[in-house]
């Protein structure tokens, strides 16, 4: 395998679309651990783009793998390329979604009490410390700035200073003031849909790519608000669809589009590209890789999974989400739409489960392609999906 392949897009590919994504192989951003710097690094050495996800991780901890992404490129010699996501901020609780997320506390008391962990208080913060994310990358970007003015001691061009090429958003739509602003700025930013009509709002508002994200994928489905149910058009009915909405828009000026959902062979990249995408993004198959974060009892379950072991439920966030079925789903399937609060009256479940291998407890968010995450280096992953274009 060649391991200095050239990370981004050929001058022409780049030219039809506003991305630099054209037909590339994009490792989809997964909280909670599996986007590791490391699994970044190696999706961009096998010419792929990888993402950091900035989920549920504090400013400082997201400053810091901005700078081990950094730092794994320049080792090789490269310069960074990837994406960093993040969480828009989520509405306020009503006081009937307090009721019931309240009311859902006590159902979980047996699991609290099973792992001996304190039943934690009610949060009602729905922000995932975003100015203070958003606060990272102006940083960043005004230190490459300055740097490119001579007016700087940083040096974005040092081993650990790097500034994402992608911003992704998810769970809602970035005001267009924003997206202007760090598009202005050199990066690039991506909305995340689950709807041709949230697919056309981003448009309107600018990005530079739409991620159509299908009902086949794992983990948190890409509803603008908790309580939106999500819906069932398969992934490349829907890509068909958003392109459509594009067809008389100039190639040089419309928004790019990236399937996600379900992927993980050749056969469904072509697929997808025959659909109107001009990329593909998956994280099931990547989230099983030696280089992923990922906790190594959600590793064995997901390598050991069937097409048929996944489902949506709301038992662990609130939010309507993909994951391999287990015990706790089973038990807690009329959990509130009350995201993130859910999610924080889980955490110490999880957490507590995930430390004792109990896979029945543990969020085991994946795919309906789980039966091809197998393990092994993510740059064969990489290669094989290539092989699609």
Same mark, same amino acid.
């Given at each position: 395998?060649?391991?200095? %392949?050239?990370?981004?897009?050929?001058?022409?590919?780049?030219?039809?679309?506003?991305?630099?994504?054209?037909?590339?192989?994009?490792?989809?951003?997964?909280?909670?651990?599996? /986007?590791?710097?490391?699994?970044?690094?190696?999706?961009?050495?096998?010419?792929?783009?990888?993402?950091?996800?900035?989920?549920?991780?504090?400013?400082?901890?997201?400053?810091?793998?901005?700078?081990?992404?950094?730092?794994?490129?320049?080792?090789?010699?490269?310069?960074?390329?990837?994406? =960093?996501?993040?969480?828009?901020? %989520?509405?306020?609780?009503?006081?009937?979604?307090?009721?019931?997320?309240?009311?859902?506390?006590? !159902?979980?008391?047996?699991?609290?009490?099973?792992?001996?962990? #304190? !039943?934690?208080?009610?949060?009602?913060?729905?922000?995932?410390?975003?100015?203070?994310?958003?606060?990272?990358?102006?940083?960043?970007?005004?230190?490459?700035? &300055?740097?490119?003015?001579?007016?700087?001691?940083?040096?974005?061009?040092?081993?650990?200073?790097?500034?994402?090429?992608?911003?992704?958003?998810?769970?809602?739509?970035?005001?267009?003031?924003?997206?202007? *602003?760090?598009?202005?700025?050199?990066?690039?930013?991506?909305?995340?849909?689950?709807?041709?009509?949230?697919?056309?709002?981003?448009?309107?508002?600018?990005?530079?790519?739409?991620?159509? &994200?299908?009902? !086949?994928?794992?983990?948190?489905?890409?509803? #603008?608000?908790?309580?939106?149910?999500?819906?069932?058009?398969?992934?490349?009915?829907?890509?068909?669809?958003?392109?459509?909405?594009?067809?008389?828009?100039?190639?040089? #000026?419309?928004?790019?589009?990236?399937?996600?959902?379900?992927?993980?062979?050749?056969?469904?990249?072509?697929?997808?590209?025959?659909?109107? +995408?001009?990329?593909?993004?998956?994280?099931?198959?990547?989230?099983?890789?030696?280089? +992923?974060?990922?906790?190594?009892?959600?590793?064995?379950?997901?390598?050991?999974? #069937?097409?048929?072991?996944?489902?949506?439920?709301? +038992?662990?966030?609130?939010?309507?989400?993909?994951?391999?079925?287990?015990?706790?789903?089973?038990?807690?399937?009329?959990?509130?739409?009350?995201?993130?609060?859910?999610?924080?009256?889980?955490?110490?479940?999880?957490?507590?489960?995930?430390?004792?291998? *109990?896979?029945?407890?543990?969020?085991?968010?994946?795919?309906?392609?789980?039966?091809?995450?197998?393990?092994?280096?993510?740059? /064969?992953?990489?290669?094989? =999906?290539? &092989?699609?274009?």
């Amino acid at each position: 395998m060649n391991e200095t %392949q050239n990370t981004q897009p050929t001058a022409d590919a780049q030219s039809t679309v506003k991305s630099r994504a054209y037909r590339t192989i994009i490792a989809a951003p997964m909280a909670g651990g599996p /986007s590791s710097p490391a699994l970044v690094d190696a999706v961009a050495t096998h010419g792929g783009l990888g993402f950091l996800a900035a989920g549920y991780k504090t400013p400082e901890a997201v400053d810091k793998e901005l700078d081990d992404v950094a730092h794994r490129a320049r080792q090789r010699g490269a310069e960074p390329f990837y994406g =960093l996501n993040l969480f828009v901020p %989520q509405p306020s609780p009503s006081g009937v979604d307090r009721d019931r997320a309240a009311a859902y506390r006590d !159902e979980l008391a047996k699991d609290y009490k099973r792992f001996g962990v #304190t !039943e934690p208080e009610l949060n009602w913060t729905t922000d995932d410390h975003w100015e203070g994310k958003l606060a990272v990358i102006r940083r960043r970007l005004d230190q490459r700035e &300055q740097q490119g003015e001579g007016r700087s001691d940083v040096d974005s061009h040092a081993e650990n200073f790097s500034v994402p090429d992608v911003l992704s958003f998810t769970f809602g739509l970035l005001p267009e003031e924003l997206v202007d *602003e760090f598009q202005s700025r050199g990066i690039e930013v991506w909305a995340t849909v689950a709807t041709t009509h949230a697919a056309q709002i981003a448009a309107d508002r600018g990005v530079a790519a739409i991620v159509v &994200q299908g009902p !086949e994928a794992g983990g948190h489905r890409a509803t #603008t608000t908790p309580d939106e149910e999500p819906g069932s058009e398969s992934l490349m009915s829907l890509v068909q669809a958003v392109s459509d909405l594009f067809a008389n828009t100039d190639a040089s #000026t419309r928004p790019a589009i990236i399937g996600t959902g379900g992927i993980a062979t050749p056969d469904q990249v072509r697929e997808a590209l025959r659909h109107g +995408a001009d990329a593909v993004a998956t994280g099931t198959i990547f989230a099983a890789t030696d280089e +992923a974060g990922t906790n190594e009892p959600y590793k064995q379950a997901l390598i050991s999974a #069937t097409a048929d072991d996944t489902v949506i439920t709301r +038992a662990y966030s609130g939010r309507p989400a993909r994951g391999r079925r287990n015990a706790f789903i089973d038990v807690h399937p009329d959990a509130p739409s009350v995201y993130p609060a859910v999610n924080g009256l889980t955490s110490p479940i999880r957490k507590a489960a995930t430390k004792k291998g *109990e896979t029945d407890c543990m969020s085991l968010w994946a795919g309906q392609s789980v039966e091809y995450a197998r393990g092994g280096i993510a740059g /064969s992953v990489v290669d094989l =999906l290539l &092989q699609g274009r």
